[in-house]
C-alpha cells in the first residue's frame, strides 16, 4: 500500500504545478540551433531555496482522502518531501540527495534508505536527483545533440536527428 501511495504522491508533485514562462522572439529568425539552445537553456531561474505547499487526492484500494504536501529543496543538495493527512499529522517522508534516497511512512512506522539508484528501479525509469529537481522547477534543458531547425507558426521547432 505505502508503494502505490508513495508512487501516487510522487506523480501528483510532478503533474500538479507547471510555470508559465512565454519566450517571445523579435527579429531575425536565421539563428543556428546552437543559439536556441543556449537561449532556452540560460532561460532557467535558478535560487537557493525553494518550497511549495499544495494538495493531493489520493484514492487507491486501501486509502481514499485528501494529503497536505510540503516539498522543499535547497539547489543540487537536498530535497525534502512531506505529506500530511488529517489534522495536519504527517503521514510520510521523503527526502532525497545526490547519492541517496530515505522514506518515512508514519503510519506502518517504517524506515526505507538506500542509494539514489533505488528510485530507477521503484520507477522503472532512469530518474536522477537532478532530473526530479529540474521537474519541479520546471527547468528545461535540451541536451547538445544534432538538430534540425525549421520555423513554425512564428516560432522555433526543433527535431532530433538521433530520435533519442
Not at 41 to 51: A, D
Not at 63 to 90: C, H, P
Not at 95 to 111: G, P, R
Not at 124 to 145: A, C, E, V, W
Request: aromatic share 12%.
Amino acid at each position: 500500500m505505502s508503494r502505490q501511495v508513495f508512487l501516487i504522491i510522487l506523480l501528483g508533485f510532478f503533474t500538479s504545478c507547471k510555470t508559465n514562462k512565454l519566450t517571445t522572439h523579435k527579429g531575425s529568425f536565421d539563428k543556428s540551433v546552437k543559439e536556441i539552445i543556449k537561449k532556452v537553456n540560460n532561460q532557467n531561474t535558478y535560487y537557493e531555496w525553494l518550497k511549495l505547499n499544495g494538495s493531493v487526492d489520493v484514492k487507491t484500494k486501501d486509502f481514499k482522502g485528501s494529503l497536505k504536501i510540503s516539498i522543499k529543496n535547497r539547489t543540487d543538495s537536498v530535497i525534502w518531501a512531506s505529506a500530511s493527512g488529517f489534522l495536519g499529522i504527517e503521514m510520510f517522508r521523503a527526502i532525497l540527495t545526490k547519492d541517496s534516497v530515505c522514506f518515512i511512512n508514519k503510519i506502518n512506522k517504517t524506515y526505507l534508505k538506500r542509494p539514489a539508484s533505488y528510485l530507477n528501479s521503484l520507477t522503472k525509469s532512469t530518474l536522477s536527483f537532478y532530473s526530479i529537481q529540474d521537474m519541479i522547477t520546471g527547468r528545461i534543458k535540451i541536451p547538445p545533440n544534432n538538430y534540425t531547425t525549421q520555423l513554425i507558426d512564428g516560432g522555433f521547432f526543433l527535431a532530433s536527428e538521433n530520435h533519442f
